[in-house]
């Protein structure tokens, strides 16, 4: 069986037998999480297809590797694979510190223009909480992946730029609002119509492929009107593109203009009666409050790149941290995407064999599920949800877990490889 390309024709990826799929190993615990991942995900490949399917994986260099033996923290040769095989996986990798340096993964993000971060949120029974009620949270993060603040467009005080700002400032009146003008820094933010609207289309299709009732469009436009009200408001008009699929709390204020509340409420219940995909907003720190107090009110959450850095943490810490919670960041027009570990290289702990693997293990499941090798994606949740169920766990959650037994990151591995070939 030759090792294939994944490609995307005719608007659908298509997945060989054999796919080549690159990964990057990662630095700091990065090479022990992913040498227990990938045993994970060869049992289940074999598992589910019994070797008529088989993952041929190709090692790619990124970060502190990289750097050591190439002078470079980003080979083009990598950014070369990762275009032309489509899919890959990576581990986490250190941000260089340093003038002109910019984070690995942001660059890759823009670079391969990976514009949905998505990032499901979701409680294994038995993980340990600091809410009451954990198995309440199941909610579909997207977050707007190349624009907003991380576009990286930073002017230091008394620069040419920030100059240039400043009296371009001046010449629209705009000036007075600056606190400290000669001693501020200054950010851009720029958020687009086109980039707000393919993120926001990704959620509301996201939405009606799992069937789920509800897209929060999560903004701060009441403060930063012409960035996240805007956000705000092309995500109505995308949602209107929908017609009657989707009812949204845009056509329920002017339901409630033209007829009173008593009209509205009627038609927003009758919308939900009926499975009416419902699209609504929710400023950024009632999120927060919400999202602890009421997960269950929310499905499919869509923001931009800041506001999804935060929520996407603070919900994983709802479930049992970032030691288990998986991404994927995506462009869904050309296929191409990167499945990773969402936490960082954890360098205390690196060469250690101890934290959890858990987070890039099911990172993995999200790319079977997303080159629809659907089988690979639930034998390997399955077996993850019985370890944590009876409590065969790793550093970070035993020490949460009174009475469980502490694995080490090759053991948890063999425990969850063994798991499915039991099944
Ligand atoms: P970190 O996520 O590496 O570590 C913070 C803490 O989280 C750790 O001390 C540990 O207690 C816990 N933790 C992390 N991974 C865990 C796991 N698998 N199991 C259990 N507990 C885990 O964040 P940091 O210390 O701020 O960053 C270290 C480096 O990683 C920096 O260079 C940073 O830029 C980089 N980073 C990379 C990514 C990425 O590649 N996607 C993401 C975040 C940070």
Redesign the pocket.
């Known amino acids: 069986m030759a090792a294939e390309k994944i490609t995307k024709q005719n608007g659908k990826l298509q997945v060989p037998d054999n796919p080549i799929i690159p990964f990057i190993a990662?630095d700091?615990?990065g090479p022990e999480?992913w040498a227990a991942a990938k045993d994970v995900f060869d049992s289940a490949v074999q598992k589910a297809y019994h070797g008529k399917k088989k993952v041929e994986w190709k090692q790619l260099l990124a970060g502190e590797a990289a750097f050591d033996k190439t002078g470079e923290w980003l080979p083009q040769e990598t950014v070369d694979t990762l275009i032309d095989n489509l899919v890959a996986i990576k581990g986490?990798?250190?941000?260089p510190i340093g003038k002109g340096h910019r984070?690995?993964?942001v660059t890759l993000r823009q670079k391969l223009d990976l514009y949905a971060c998505y990032r499901p949120v979701k409680y294994f029974d038995g993980s340990p909480s600091p809410v009451v009620h954990p198995e309440r949270v199941d909610i579909d993060v997207f977050r707007e992946n190349t624009e907003d603040i991380y576009a990286g467009i930073d002017f230091v005080s008394g620069s040419k730029e920030a100059e240039g700002l400043l009296k371009l400032l001046d010449e629209n009146g705009q000036l007075d609002k600056v606190r400290f003008p000669k001693t501020s820094n200054f950010a851009i933010k720029p958020v687009s119509e086109e980039g707000s609207k393919r993120i926001i289309h990704a959620a509301i299709e996201y939405a009606f492929d799992h069937n789920l009732q509800h897209v929060t469009l999560v903004h701060k436009g009441n403060i930063m009107k012409k960035t996240e009200g805007s956000f705000k408001q092309w995500g109505y008009e995308e949602a209107a593109t929908y017609g009657d699929k989707i009812f949204s709390m845009n056509t329920y204020d002017q339901i409630k203009a033209d007829k009173g509340k008593k009209a509205a409420d009627d038609a927003l219940t009758a919308a939900e009666y009926s499975g009416r995909l419902i699209v609504n907003d929710v400023i950024t720190d009632n999120f927060f409050q919400q999202s602890l107090l009421h997960p269950e009110n929310f499905d499919v959450v869509v923001t931009m790149n800041l506001n999804g850095d935060y929520i996407s943490d603070a919900l994983a810490a709802q479930v049992g941290?970032?030691?288990i919670s998986p991404g994927g960041n995506i462009n869904y027009e050309t296929g191409q995407a990167i499945f990773?570990?969402?936490?960082?290289?954890?360098?205390?702990?690196a060469g250690q064999n101890k934290?959890?693997?858990t987070?890039l293990i099911l990172s993995g499941a999200m790319m079977f599920a997303y080159i629809g090798w659907n089988e690979v994606a639930d034998l390997i949740q399955k077996a993850i949800a019985e370890a944590i169920k009876g409590k065969h766990v790793?550093?970070?959650f035993a020490r949460q877990l009174p009475g469980s037994e502490e694995l080490s990151t090759s053991e948890y591995g063999n425990f969850i490889s063994k798991t499915i070939e039991g099944y």
């Not at 986490?92 to 941000?95: K, M, N, R």
């Not at 990773?340 to 702990?349: D, I, L, M, N």
């Open positions: 990662g700091g615990i999480i986490p990798l250190t941000t984070s690995i993964n941290g970032i030691g990773e570990a969402t936490h960082g290289t954890a360098p205390q702990f934290l959890n693997p987070s790793t550093l970070d």
